[in-house]
């Protein structure tokens, strides 16, 4: 592709420019990346080999459990426990937004929920560095403040259609988002979709029961696809909008307003005119075994 | 030039006059049978064969699909005896089926259904009791299907009519935020839908249920029970073992026993319900599956190495340094034999070996069994012996080279002598002499006999028995495969 070369050099150069300044906030024309991501090709991802492996220390510093200076925790002479200790943090990441893009509910949770870790995951390189450029300058400018603004934030690039469990572990989360997804128009892309009856399952799994997967789209057939699958799954009721429309306070009323109003996608409909579907599902307690 | 066995199953029945066995073994698309008391019989028959064909004339959907010009048979992949050894269940690559076969008195083989699935499947299990088939396909999908098709099976099909009246509705509207290219696709939806959808793919027609799924390909499936409860282990190509709960509830997984680094291919449970897996990793894993937590390594890589090396005339596949050599682990079997020690055997792709551990004593490794040539699958006979079919097409320890030397044997024998250990078993040479050399047709009824002098002919058909007995390694993710481009 010509210009392609000439492209590349100005995000080079912008992004080694903004290494500079810690504090200056990222801007998404350097980030913008190719909307669709094929979620069952072997991206080179970096994943842990299981959640007790994976480097939450460095994604939440400020909720490590040793601080450290340097990088130790990669160091090859460390055992396996040594180097899992230096991973670790002192609670645990309890909300999840899958396929965060660009980021807006994590930035609008994150003073709203200050005492809750959570993580933002998203395949595309790009928009990945863009939510963690953007994470590292509001850390900055908010250093000096005593409340530690934005550490309980943070994003990570991943394939949670094949990786979830590798990074949570069974009933770890409270809340999973799942905020305008990929429509996969065609039918027979309709397997790539980020709901689905055997998907769900994995849902389950990282969710506590109580727990509830939220859900937003602007596109009708996949709403109903969403709650078809969802309305499936032993595992999962839908919660009646009484819980989450109207008035009241309750965190549940506020996630929705949030992811109504303040993710990229919300707002685009939101001027576009367009129709938003909200839909919740509540994981219920496992039954018990059959014969037991 | 007759096929390698790329699988055996085999199978005991107590008599009035002692014990009989049977053994099975898939070379390409035929089942060839034999018996410890000489009966022997290949699947498809001359005359069914014939039939087919013939059939096949006949509009059948799929067939016509597949095969423009010529019938191509379906290769066998996985063969398995029920638990009370009153069925084989066998799948077929090509035309992604199962096949059921009941197996009659004097052991010969009857076809009683044939269910082609809408993927390919990759293994399959049967539930403790018998009833139901679990069947773990190429898109990470497990399935539930009953072993015998209920009667009622041929009436679920949906009406013409009821198809045709549903009218295809775009699920964008120009509201919805989407891109260019979206647009262009609503665009074409909208222009295709005034012209009439087209039929979408034919889903399959019998009962069968969607149990769980991984995104990702999935390469083995084990149905266990403890106790009263049951569960199902998958694993798949990106290092996963899930433990889920067994019918009904097969919804709820229950855990991941995390640790491999590479695919996984392989799973195995030993008699005290130990879990071992291995694929594309330098060692076996050995599971206390049901608290996830491992036990123990095996260390397969060095095994197969120190064979190689301690076996200079061998073709070497690739080891030029030690790091760069990889093993790709194709079957795993526990030795049935009820001793109070666990054994397992494991073969590896394009080695002419097969490696005998003992988890938990040390060294884990207690035999290596040399072969004549690559091996592909093992079945237990008897009370002490395994049969290994072994590759005589390839040159041993290499998956490419056509070896020179004609008429070695497709089977070797193997039975556990008075010090425990492993020993050539030359008794069974004669009695499976047909078994081991000729029976099966190969390629002559295709008339592409392996004498022709054809060169092009040779390497397509050399090129498919590679694809039939060597897909393993393949599983092994490529570095340079990001396939994404950043806009």
């Keep these: 592709m010509p210009g392609e070369p000439a492209k590349r050099q100005k995000r080079e150069a912008y992004k080694k420019g903004l290494e500079e300044d810690e504090a200056a906030l990222p801007k998404k024309k350097f980030y913008r990346q190719r909307a669709h ?104 400018q908010h250093a000096t403040s005593a409340a530690q603004d934005y550490q309980n934030i943070a994003v990570l690039r991943a394939n949670t259609m094949k990786f979830l469990p590798n990074f949570f572990t069974r009933s770890q989360l409270h809340s999973i988002f799942l905020c305008f997804p990929d429509p996969h128009f065609k039918q027979r892309k309709h397997k790539a979709r980020i709901v689905s009856y055997t998907l769900a399952s994995e849902y389950a799994y990282v969710l506590r029961p109580g727990g509830i997967v939220y859900t937003i789209t602007d596109v009708r057939d996949l709403h109903e696809w969403m709650v078809g699958h969802f309305e499936k799954h032993a595992s999962f009721l839908r919660v009646a909008s009484e819980e989450y429309d109207g008035e009241g306070e309750s965190d549940v009323r506020e996630r929705v307003r949030i992811m109504r109003t303040e993710t990229e996608e919300g707002k685009k409909v939101e001027r576009n005119k367009g129709e938003k579907f909200v839909a919740l599902f509540r994981r219920v307690e496992d039954p018990p075994w059959p014969e037991d | 030039m007759t096929l390698p066995y790329q699988c055996l199953a085999a199978c005991s029945r107590s008599t009035g006059d002692g014990d009989e066995w049977a053994l099975f073994g898939a070379a390409g698309s035929e089942l060839v049978v034999q018996s410890s008391t000489g009966i022997a019989s290949v699947w498809p028959a001359e005359e069914s064969q014939a039939k087919n064909r013939e059939e096949a004339q006949e509009p059948a959907e799929k067939r016509v699909k597949l095969s423009p010009a010529v019938e191509q048979k379906p290769n066998f992949t996985t063969l398995k005896v029920s638990h009370d050894k009153k069925h084989l269940i066998g799948t ?47 898109f990470g999908d497990v399935y539930s299907l009953p072993l015998i098709p209920p009667p009622e099976d041929e009436l679920n099909v949906m009406p013409e009519s009821e198809k045709a009246q549903k009218k295809f509705l775009p ?87 995390h640790g491999h680094e590479e695919f996984v291919n392989r799973l195995c449970l030993t008699q005290s319900g130990r879990l071992i897996s291995g694929g594309g990793d330098a060692h076996l894993y050995v599971w206390d599956w049901l608290s996830y937590r491992l036990l123990e390594k095996l260390p397969i890589q060095a ?31 526990n030795v049935p034999f009820g001793n109070s020690t666990e054994e397992i055997l494991v073969a590896c792709e394009g080695v002419p070996a097969l490696f ?80 081991s050399h000729d029976a099966g047709e190969g390629e002559h009824a295709d008339g592409r006999a392996a004498g022709t002098d054809d060169d092009t002919a040779r390497a397509g058909f050399s090129k498919k028995v590679r694809t039939i007995l060597y897909g393993v390694g393949n599983l092994r993710k490529r570095p340079e495969a990001e396939a994404e481009i950043a806009t």
């Design chain 2, 92 to 138: 077929t690559a090509e035309d992604k089926c199962i096949r059921v076969f009941e197996i009659e008195a004097g052991w010969r083989l009857k076809q009683i259904s044939e269910r082609c699935m809408a993927r390919r499947p990759c293994s399959i299990d049967l539930t403790s009791n018998d009833s139901t088939i679990l069947c773990a396909d190429k």
């Design chain 2, 356 to 435: 005998s551990f003992i988890p938990g004593s040390s060294p884990s490794l207690s035999q290596t069994l040399p072969l004549s040539g690559n091996a592909l699958s093992v079945a237990f006979i008897g009370a002490r012996t395994a049969v290994v079919s072994v590759d005589h097409m390839h040159k041993a320890g290499s998956t490419t080279q056509i070896r020179d030397d004609q008429g070695v044997s497709r089977i070797q024998c193997f039975s556990i002598a008075q010090d425990g250990q492993w020993a050539r078993d030359d008794t069974l040479t004669e009695p499976l002499a047909w078994f």
């Design chain 1, 37 to 140: 991501a094929n979620p069952f090709s072997d991206h080179s991802l970096v994943y842990p080999k299981s959640p007790a492996d994976m480097d939450w220390a460095g994604l939440y510093p400020a909720h490590a459990v040793k601080k450290h200076e340097t990088k130790a925790s990669h160091d090859l002479s460390l055992s396996e426990e040594e180097s899992r200790a230096l991973k670790a943090i002192t609670k645990n990441v309890e909300i999840a937004d899958i396929g965060c893009g660009f980021g807006g509910l994590l930035f609008a949770l994150a003073p709203r929920f200050p005492d809750t870790l959570i993580l933002g995951m998203e395949i595309r390189i790009s928009v990945t560095e863009y939510v963690s450029d953007k994470i590292r300058a509001l850390r900055s």
């Design chain 2, 303 to 333: 095994a197969v190495l120190d064979y190689f090396q301690k076996h200079p005339e061998l073709e070497l596949p690739v080891p030029e340094k030690e790091g760069n050599f990889k093993v790709a682990v194709s079957g795993i079997w």
């Design chain 2, 171 to 257: 699920s964008a509207s120009l509201s919805t935020v989407h891109s260019g290219r979206n647009r262009k696709v609503l665009e074409e939806q909208l222009k295709q839908a005034e012209k009439g959808r087209p039929q979408p793919k034919d889903a399959p027609k019998f009962k069968h249920d969607l149990l769980l799924g991984h995104v990702s390909m999935l390469t083995d499936i084990v149905s266990a029970t403890v106790g009263s409860r049951s569960y199902i282990i998958t694993v798949d190509r990106d290092e996963h073992i899930r433990v889920s709960r067994g019918l009904p509830q097969a919804h709820i997984i229950e855990g991941f026993c």
